[in-house]
């Protein structure tokens, strides 16, 4: 099996696979599309960064439904993470919300390190992107914990489906989670 690996967002992913230009896609689950099987790989929580320094950098939260609207740094509309970050804080409006237009959680983060604001950061991009500790302590948040799902999905009707769950058994198997005690 040969992958090529494409990033955007998860609206153009699911129009795409819909539409048969993908054959898989890795994203938060649920897409949502009776045509696709979806197939749940791991739990990614969400995990809270404050600045170590300026107006936010007291703020006490020990639940995500706590957060107060005009702290909260989100992406752009379009990004998925934005409306489960909304999700996870209690439904917020988004016209309560300080209008930003960020486009990565790496500007969010420079932002945050500003002292600009707080954000929700998914477990998994901490493995891969570092945080400057200096600047941004990251928490978890008390039980229960706000997660999303993160999967594989592809069409029913793919022929190659069979090899689809063999992959997923795969990356199932060697995927690791952070240790929690870690943050």
Known sequence: MQLAVRETVTATLVDELA??????VVASLPLGHAAFQEVA??????LLAVPRQGPYADLAVS??????????LLLE????????TLT????????RLRSSGVTSLT???????????????PEIFLETFPID??????TRFSAPE????????????????????????SVSDCTTRPDQASV
Not at 19 to 24: K, R, T
Not at 88 to 95: A, F, Y
């Open 107 to 121: 500007t969010i983060l420079q932002l945050v390190a500003a002292g600009q604001g707080i954000t929700l950061l």
């Open 146 to 169: 706000p997660s999303r799902q993160v999967g594989i999905a592809w069409r029913r009707s793919n022929p190659r489906a069979t090899e689809f769950g063999r992959l997923v058994t």
């Open 77 to 84: 509309d379009g990004h998925c993470l934005r409306d489960q």
């Open 19 to 24: 539409a048969g230009d993908l054959d898989i």
């Open 41 to 46: 790989v791991f739990e990614d929580a969400f």
């Open 63 to 72: 639940s995500a439904a706590d957060i107060l609207p005009e702290a909260l």
């Open 133 to 138: 500790e200096t600047r941004i302590r990251v």
């Open 88 to 95: 996870v804080c209690g439904g917020i409006e988004p016209r």
